[in-house]
């Protein structure tokens, strides 16, 4: 026999009440068991005691539509109905520890891990390449595991959010059944949601589905929407946040080590590789100083590059060129200085020659008259001569012609262009430096140089071949004496001095590129049959209109501190050091052997072209020189820029033999995963901020309506669900599959919600009215 069976008792004059037997007083809320409460506003215990000792039964009316009130009836008096009020139950015992402890505990946990992420996205500072960052964000990056790191990170926070999303997912339960109300067949599942449940979809389901729109839209049914939402976006964060990620050089930690930056005295020998004839083997960054050119000519017609001095990274291996980001210790130190002028000539004779009878080309004789030249180029006054050696003042140069093109004829308008020297600096290996960077470059110790550009095609010369060609008058453009032999095509001449030397100094160079990407070493693209070198031009400084060293990828020269003892002209024989003894080499390259150790050795730059030159350079010197010759039209820009291609490929030749150690500090770059953009990181900044603000309010929600849910109890959970509405269900089969009892209840499948019985005097599930 059941509960109700027990306790109903029919009277023939009055309508069926149902009796509580005083041995359930305890089944009351949980309130009773603590203390009693004021009977004067409700009624918290089943069976209560009057002040003269009798007895009172709790009695309640089976027809009553009422769920907001008891009768609580003597046997001696009439009725009274008291008002019933749901038991209030504080926040923190309705919470329970374990609860706070998530809510609390976890939004600390998520808020570190966001602002571990902001750090990770944004630490880099305001350094290139990381080098400002602190060193906890540059040991995460540069040990490359910061997909490792965001991995846990957001584990922790996915964890972390997916409890809370939970316990919301138990207090919406609690505020649905205690405000709101749901379908008798659902009443199970809302009521043990408070206790246990799998997250908010299935309750997102119900709700959407089953529960009328208006409930739908309530508070936290819009809450736990939006946790849901939210909770399931932050399943996704990893692959989010690396979606941010790319690739970045980043400043490694300074270190020591020794490099081979010399050889021993006795391992070097001369070297006699005709450099012009073979391809460059390098364009890689170097240090410079000063930044720049200033080779716009003066008021007299003359161009002066002014001193230039880059440093040759001591590094043979290209990786390691182009990861550098810092180096302090010795290193080559190729100095240079090019002035141009229009010269002035006498006995100047204009002939034409042939090779073999294959092709005809041009030959220019004269003598130089430098006190006239330097007097129209403003220079007051110059030594000619030095204990060594003289300006040369004959010359005899070639004058190159241009190969007719396939589909072109000989109005084709380009130049071709040439360099001649005169005369050579007897510089020989293990020798002292000739130029000072303290001298003139128009001077003895100075290399002079005849720039030739033509638009003669070989027609003219084959004409002119046995004939006399009357030299005509010149005009003056600047640095260049313009000859015109026939009309429009003319032979220009520049009369240039370049000092040069090389030193084995003390250096710091540091990049100042954004990315170390910019210092890597630049390339010539080919294009069919047509040569690129615009990226070279700008790495050497020769397009003016980009020459700031961290367009170009250029290193910045902090400090040079050149040896004092370096020798320059010794007038007896001394002993060198072991950095100048290398030094010499290079410059017994660079200045004797590279004008062929004849003299009038003419290099054409040109390609293609004919002609019978000492040395035809490679088509990426005669490229690198052309352009810069057109583009620019200086010629001293043109001859330091080839120079400086010269001196590197000589350089790296010599720096695969060296063998002596040099204490270095160097700084490199790694190239690693690092945060390239955000919209990773704001999308989940979004997610976690909105998950963080839904948990907030729906606990004070919580907090403030709920008043007879205790979190996560299970008995207590089941025992409000099992009432007087639910216990026919309960009692009909052993097996109840929720479809089951979906099915069986339709029709009847009215709305219930949790309140204090007026059947039992318990809290549990009742029947709703919607008038009360």
Not at 284 to 303: C, D, L, V
Not at 304 to 323: A, C, I
Request: overall charge negative; hydrophobic content about 40%; aromatic content about 8%.
């Amino acid at each position: 026999m059941s509960f109700i069976d027990q306790t109903v008792k029919m009277s023939a004059d009055s309508a069926p009440q149902f009796v509580v037997p005083p041995s359930l007083s305890t089944y009351a809320r949980p309130e009773t068991l603590s203390g009693p409460a004021n009977p004067s506003t409700e009624c918290s215990a089943l069976e209560a005691l009057s002040s003269d000792g009798s007895n009172h039964t709790l009695v309640g009316e089976a027809q009553s539509p009422s769920n907001d009130s008891t009768v609580c009836q003597d046997t001696n008096a009439e009725p009274v109905v008291h008002e019933v009020s749901l038991p209030t139950i504080p926040t923190y015992k309705a919470l329970g520890l374990l609860s706070i402890t998530i809510l609390a505990g976890g939004t600390i946990i998520v808020l570190a891990a966001l602002s571990f992420l902001v750090f990770l996205w944004y630490g880099e500072g305001s350094g290139i390449g990381g080098e400002h960052a602190t060193s906890t964000w540059r040991r995460i990056m540069l040990r490359d595991s910061l997909p490792q790191v965001i991995t846990l990170t957001s584990l922790a926070m996915r964890v972390t959010i997916a409890a809370q999303t939970t316990l919301c997912t138990s207090m919406c339960a609690a505020l649905i059944l205690e405000r709101r109300r749901v379908r008798k067949s659902q009443a199970a599942q809302f009521s043990i949601a408070r206790s246990v449940n799998d997250g908010p979809w299935k309750l997102i389901l119900t709700l959407l589905q089953d529960v009328p729109t208006h409930i739908s839209l309530c508070p936290e049914s819009i809450l736990i929407v939006l946790l849901g939402v939210a909770a399931l976006g932050t399943q996704f964060t990893s692959t989010i946040l690396l979606w941010d990620l790319g690739d970045a050089s980043l400043a490694q930690f300074p270190s020591t080590t020794l490099l081979n930056l010399s050889a021993a005295a006795d391992t070097l020998m001369e070297i006699n590789t005709p450099y012009w004839s073979q391809r460059p083997r390098a364009f890689a960054s170097f240090g410079e100083s000063p930044p720049g050119y200033f080779a716009q000519p003066n008021q007299h017609g003359m161009s002066d590059t002014g001193l230039k001095r880059r440093v040759l990274l001591p590094f043979s291996d290209v990786e390691s060129r182009t990861s550098l980001r810092s180096y302090e210790g010795q290193a080559f130190v190729q100095s240079s200085r090019v002035a141009c002028m229009a010269p002035i000539f006498s006995n100047t004779q204009f002939m034409a020659t042939d090779y073999r009878n294959l092709f005809y080309y041009g030959i220019i004789d004269g003598d130089i008259q430098y006190e006239e030249t330097f007097a129209q180029a403003g220079i007051p006054s110059s030594r000619l001569c030095n204990s060594k050696r003289c300006l040369p003042s004959s010359f005899s140069c070639g004058i190159y012609t241009k190969i007719k093109k396939a589909g072109k004829g000989s109005d084709d308008d380009s130049f071709i262009d040439s360099f001649c020297f005169p005369d050579l600096i007897n510089m020989t290996a293990f020798s002292a430096s000739y130029w000072n960077l303290n001298d003139d470059p128009w001077g003895p110790e100075a290399s002079t140089v005849l720039v030739i550009t033509s638009e003669l095609d070989e027609g003219y010369w084959n004409e002119s071949l046995g004939q006399t060609i009357p030299t005509p008058n010149y005009t003056v453009d600047g640095e260049w004496a313009n000859f015109e032999l026939k009309p429009r095509s003319f032979v220009n001449i520049s009369l240039c001095f370049m000092g040069l030397n090389v030193m084995f100094s003390d250096v710091n160079l540091t990049s100042t590129a954004d990315k170390t990407t910019d210092t890597a070493e630049k390339k010539a693209n080919m294009f069919g049959l047509v040569i690129n070198t615009t990226d070279i031009q700008m790495l050497l400084g020769a397009d003016p209109s980009i020459q700031s060293l961290t367009e170009r990828g250029v290193f910045e020269i902090e400090r040079i501190e050149d040896d004092p003892g370096h020798i320059f002209i010794a007038r007896t024989l001394q002993s060198f050091s072991l950095g100048q003894n290398n030094t010499s080499l290079m410059e017994s390259c660079l200045i004797n052997i590279a004008q062929s150790q004849t003299p009038n050795a003419t290099i054409s730059v040109c390609d293609p072209c004919d002609g019978y030159p000492t040395q035809s350079a490679n088509p990426l010197y005669a490229n690198i020189f052309s352009y810069i010759l057109r583009r620019s039209n200086r010629a001293a820009v043109a001859l330091q820029s080839v120079y400086t291609i010269l001196g590197q490929t000589v350089y790296y030749d010599l720096l695969e033999k060296y063998d002596q150690p040099y204490e270095t500090h160097v700084t490199s770059s790694k190239t690693v995963k690092t945060p390239r953009k955000s919209l990773g990181l704001i999308v989940v900044i979004i997610l976690v901020v909105l998950s963080l603000v839904a948990v907030g309010t729906m606990t004070a929600l919580f907090s403030r309506h709920s008043r007879c849910t205790l979190l996560g109890e299970s008995w207590h959970t089941l025992s409000q669900v099992v009432s007087f509405e639910t216990e026919v269900i309960l009692k009909e089969k052993d097996i109840l599959p929720d479809g089951i009892i979906r099915r069986d209840v339709k029709g009847e499948d009215y709305y219930v919600k949790l309140a204090r019985s007026s059947i039992s005097g318990r809290v549990e599930v009742v029947r709703f009215d919607a008038k009360t």
